[in-house]
T-cell receptor, first 107, second 114 residues
């Protein structure tokens, strides 16, 4: 059974700090990894995708992939209250999803 | 900015009835997807569709489900005989190319089966 695991949270981070979200996956053959943001009652919104080991940066967001450890993370710098949402990790062309981590940014 | 649209936003139906959920993908996109999310649970892949046929489907997508692209703009999900456990938010998504895994999601249809 292919699984994607995330800590459900909530993860509480002060405004302006770095939020670190983590995801592990079981299928060693996975090639593509995605982070989505989902506000309550809304649809998922793609934040970042990463295919290669290492870091990928886009504005305040950095995705980190370590295929050897089967681990992908998302860093959010200078966290804002508007970043408060559930962050979903998806693997392998969005076929397998984690349950999400609820992030709360405290003003 | 182009977006995926879905109708209706909320559908209430009785157990055993057929429902059709409708989606209009982004116009130049070629790949279409359906997902569902039961309240409080994870997003689950149902099916992907390309060139008028199913590319991949999950174990959830059994004989009760079907998809169709009846014209050049709509993409539909039909549930033949709804069950209580089909109650969920159903999301349609589309992507531009074969290798573009950047999927854009519609706002969803909340299906309630009573």
């Amino acid at each position: 059974q292919k699984e994607v695991e995330q800590n459900s949270g909530p993860l509480s981070v002060p405004e302006g700090a770095i939020a670190s979200l983590n995801c592990t996956y079981s299928d060693r053959g996975s090639q593509s990894f995605f982070w989505y943001r989902q506000y309550s009652g809304k649809s998922p919104e793609l934040i970042m995708f990463i295919y290669s080991n290492g870091d990928k940066e886009d504005g305040r967001f950095t995705a980190q992939l370590n295929k050897a450890s089967q681990y992908v993370s998302l860093l959010i710098r200078d966290s804002q209250p508007s970043d408060s949402a559930t962050y979903l990790c998806a693997v392998s062309r969005q076929l397998i999803w984690g349950a999400g981590t609820k992030l709360i940014i405290k003003p | 900015e182009p977006e995926v649209t879905q109708t209706p936003s909320h559908q209430v139906t009785q157990m055993g009835q057929e429902v059709i959920l409708r989606c209009v993908p982004i116009s130049n996109h070629l790949y279409f997807y359906w997902y569902r999310q039961i309240l409080g649970q994870k997003v689950e892949f149902l099916v992907s569709f390309y060139n008028n046929e199913i590319s991949e489907k999950s174990e959830i997508f059994d004989d009760q489900f079907s998809v169709e692209r009846p014209d050049g703009s709509n993409f539909t999900l039909k549930i033949r005989s709804t069950k209580l456990e089909d109650s969920a938010m159903y999301f349609c998504a589309s992507s531009e190319e074969a290798r573009s895994y950047e999927q854009y999601f519609g706002p969803g249809t909340r299906l309630t089966v009573t």
